[in-house]
């Protein structure tokens, strides 16, 4: 039986039970069929298809092409070559992929749809943008597309081992304006708090959504940052605390100073100095870039769920997972500099299920938490 249409005369983020609908309605669809574990509160994982194309340059399709036409142009040029996703394969770093996703789509008017990377994805350095037919932008679908979706993958420092089905990134589902003003973020931080310290609610800074800095206070050995190696084993994105950090990741303890210099295209992994919670009737997104904040980028995987830093225990907030490049010059960040905002964003409803433990969410509880593949990092012997 079909759902109840959407009311595209409302605005927001659709939830996880309109995400439902939209599956057996059919206006998302897949080969093979979505999986349950595929459903976030507010958001959807999108898999790997069967094949890739390893190609000279990211491009966009423009206004008048499909991105399968663009990839028969790449084959004709010799600028291309497939890939088989059937079984694990290796993507290098430095090279540019793209892989037509499991996933297609038949939106409703009305629906649109905008993609980020997975928390997992980001946290490895690995760039991937969404593609559909005909855009002139990535990461977005507009509203009424109907079509394939192809994900572009350029991993930065690690090489990575991947195969059909794996997810690597997600995609959220908008109706008309869902974004909060400065104001409306003031009055919703007053009712139910968004920014702690120490498990309890404090001021919140909201100048275009709400600014979170670095934390990089000295604890003792307890890291304040880690640096990716260069030169590092593969790593099979489908092993989950499998890999020493060790071999990938160079600590970085903090200083009396509470200063880091950041190296010209190093890749750093930070967290913020406040806990941030996205309310249950709300999503949010972390701005990846800001000219105002230095020469340096903050954030590849933007989506926060809905319930992210609710604590069972009644206090709040959960630290973002700052994923940090410096580029041109080395540039001097210190402990409290403001270095992001979070975006807030109304849903439709409030999702039938939150991020957190009951979800099996990977980041419930994170402080500076590496991705998932990596095992705990071994504490030094006490002398």
């Known amino acids: 039986m079909p759902s109840d249409p959407i009311d595209t005369s409302d605005h927001g983020i659709l939830p996880i039970?309109?995400?439902?609908?939209?599956?057996?309605?059919?206006?998302?669809?897949?080969?093979?069929?979505?999986?349950?574990?595929?459903?976030?509160?507010?958001?959807?994982?999108?898999?790997?298809?069967?094949?890739?194309?390893?190609?000279?340059?990211?491009?966009?399709?423009?206004?008048?092409?499909?991105?399968?036409?663009?990839?028969?142009?790449?084959?004709?040029?010799?600028?291309?070559?497939?890939?088989?996703?059937?079984?694990?394969?290796?993507?290098?770093?430095?090279?540019?992929?793209?892989?037509?996703?499991?996933?297609?789509?038949?939106?409703?008017?009305?629906?649109?749809?905008?993609?980020?990377?997975?928390?997992?994805?980001?946290?490895?350095?690995?760039?991937?943008?969404l593609i559909v037919d005909r855009a002139s932008g990535f990461e977005q679908v507009p509203a009424g597309y109907s079509g394939p979706m192809y994900l572009e993958i350029a991993p930065r420092t690690f090489s990575i081992v991947v195969r059909a089905g794996d997810r690597m990134n997600q995609i959220r589902f908008r109706v008309g304006s869902t974004g909060t003003s400065d104001r409306?973020?003031?009055?919703?931080?007053?009712?139910?708090?968004?920014?702690?310290?120490?498990?309890?609610?404090?001021?919140?800074?909201?100048?275009?959504?709400?600014?979170?800095?670095?934390?990089?206070?000295?604890?003792?050995?307890d890291p304040v940052a880690y640096r990716a190696r260069r030169h590092a084993p593969l790593l099979d994105i489908s092993k989950v605390a499998h890999y020493d950090p060790l071999d990938f990741w160079e600590p970085i303890r903090g200083d009396a100073a509470g200063r880091l210099i950041l190296n010209p295209d190093d890749f750093y992994l930070m967290a913020s100095r406040e806990g941030v919670r996205v309310p249950p009737g709300h999503s949010a997104e972390m701005v990846p870039y800001d000219t105002a904040s230095g020469e340096f980028r903050v954030h590849y995987a933007g989506f926060f769920d809905p319930g992210f830093g609710h604590r069972p225990d009644g206090t709040g907030g959960t630290p973002a997972v700052l994923e940090v490049r410096s580029h041109e010059v080395p540039f001097a960040l210190e402990h409290g500099q403001r270095v992001a905002r979070l975006k807030y964003e109304r849903l439709l409803a409030v999702p039938d299920v939150l991020y957190g433990r009951d979800l099996g969410s990977n980041y419930a509880d994170q402080r500076l938490t590496l991705a998932k593949f990596f095992r705990p990092l071994r504490r030094r012997a006490a002398p």
Do not use: N
């Open 17 to 129: 039970q309109s995400l439902r609908a939209g599956i057996r309605d059919g206006w998302i669809a897949a080969e093979p069929a979505i999986l349950d574990a595929q459903l976030q509160p507010a958001s959807l994982d999108l898999r790997l298809g069967t094949s890739a194309y390893r190609v000279v340059s990211s491009f966009l399709p423009g206004p008048e092409r499909t991105v399968e036409q663009k990839l028969d142009d790449l084959q004709r040029s010799q600028e291309m070559y497939e890939l088989d996703l059937s079984k694990p394969t290796v993507l290098e770093r430095g090279c540019v992929y793209i892989v037509p996703l499991a996933e297609r789509l038949a939106l409703p008017a009305g629906i649109s749809g905008i993609a980020s990377p997975k928390s997992s994805t980001g946290r490895l350095d690995v760039f991937t943008r």
């Open 184 to 221: 409306q973020l003031r009055e919703a931080h007053d009712l139910d708090p968004m920014v702690f310290a120490g498990g309890a609610s404090v001021e919140a800074v909201i100048a275009d959504g709400i600014w979170v800095s670095v934390d990089l206070a000295a604890r003792g050995d």
